[in-house]
Structure formats: C-alpha cells, structure tokens
C-alpha cells in the first residue's frame, strides 16, 4: 500500500463547477496535510495546509480532513480554467519533517 | 533573493559522469529538501537538512547520491556516475524548522542522462 494514493485522473470538469480531489494515507501518526498545485513544466506551490479535523477554507478552495478515515480532500468551488493543473496531497508524520507526496491527480476545467 | 533558487535549470550529462546540482534557500530557512520528480510521476523525497542536525538520508536511492550543505544555507546534491533512470527534475524545497512549516519549491533542474 502506498504511503499517500490519490487518483491519477484526468478529473474534467466544467467551468464554474465544483472540482472535488481525494487523497488517503496510510499512517496513522500523520499530523500535517498539505495540498499543491503544480502548472506543468512548474515547480509545486503550496494552496492548503490543514492539521485538524474538519473543513478549512481559504477563498475558492476548501480542504477536509478526516483522520478517522485516513482521508484528506480539497475542493475547488467555481473552478476556472486556469485551475487545471496536477495537485499533489502531501503528508507529515508527527515528530517528523520528512514529507510524503502523493503521485497527484490531473484536474482539466473544461471552458 | 525572494525564493529558492536552482542552477543549473538544465543538465544534460553523458551516462557515467558526475553531476552537481545547487540550491540556495530561502534566507533564514533553515530546513532543506531534495526531491526527485520523474515524468509523469509524484515527488520522491531525496534527503532533508535542518540546522546543524545530522541529515536524513532515507530517501537516497543508491550510494551514488550524496548531499551536503555547507554553512546552513548552500546546498549540493552530487550524482556519481550517472545513469539514465537518473534523468528526472530535481527539485529542492526550504521552510522554517517546526512541525506545520510549510515548504517553498525551487523552479528546478532537469537531469537528462544520455
């Protein structure tokens, strides 16, 4: 089993709808939860990060997280073309600075 | 500088020969990471420096990598004798130490072994 999986996709969706992005992770000492996009041919950049259980919102986007179930989510409401992008679930252990990257999730807004 | 910086951008190497990759962090960031980037696939972590604590080396794939950054702020990742599963983008990344420090990307270098 992979440390952190997320769905490769292409996840399309229409303009001005919500995108909906998943990613679960395996150990259950994790404490930090990160989601990046990154632009092809781009370096990653940092859009949430979430550490307690719940929803965290931050303009259009809006991160979950449910260390019950091992299971992190971003959200991207309105979604505009300019949002297609590969977004990557990143994951530290408590006690740790050693991240651990999911293999991302291609998400196409469809004008 | 306002971010991480990368040289070279790009490297294209012979199979069997060294490279040197550099990274220069954000200032006052004492943490650093190196990942490796395939086409098409996620970040493998590489190795991770933070102060003057020893390294975690974990995420090095063979006794051919090694890092080390001098004076807390330069850092460079060598390759010996490279071959072409080595060809990848390198990035490095730098934080503030401490659990919830988020990390800031470099734009990268691009390995190509022919």
């Known amino acids: 089993q992979k440390e952190v999986e997320q769905n490769s996709g292409p996840l399309s969706v229409p303009e001005g709808a919500i995108a909906s992005l998943n990613c679960t992770y395996s150990d259950r000492g994790s404490q930090s939860f990160f989601w990046y996009r990154q632009y092809s041919g781009k370096s990653p950049e940092l859009i949430m990060s979430i550490y307690s259980n719940g929803d965290k919102e931050d303009g259009r986007f809006t991160a979950q997280l449910n260390k019950a179930s091992q299971y992190v989510s971003l959200l991207i409401r309105d979604s505009q073309p300019s949002d297609s992008a590969t977004y990557l679930c990143?994951?530290?252990?408590?006690?740790?600075?050693?991240?651990?990257f999911g293999t991302g999730t291609k998400l196409q807004v469809i004008p | 500088g306002a971010g991480v910086s990368q040289s070279p951008s790009n490297k294209v190497t012979e199979k069997g020969k060294d490279v040197e990759l550099r990274c220069d962090p954000i200032s006052g960031h004492t943490a650093l990471y190196w990942y490796r980037q395939s086409l098409g696939q996620g970040l493998e972590f590489l190795i991770y420096f933070q102060g003057n604590s020893a390294p975690d080396k974990s995420g090095l794939p063979s006794d051919r990598f090694s890092a080390e950054r001098t004076g807390g702020s330069v850092s460079t990742l060598k390759i010996q004798r490279t071959q072409q599963e080595d060809s990848a983008v390198y990035l490095c990344?730098?934080?503030?130490?401490?659990?919830?420090?988020?990390?800031?990307f470099g734009p990268g270098t691009r390995l190509t072994v022919l």
């Open positions: 990344a730098s934080s503030f130490p401490g659990e919830d420090n988020e990390q800031f």
């Open positions: 990143a994951v530290k252990k408590g006690g740790y600075q050693k991240v651990t």
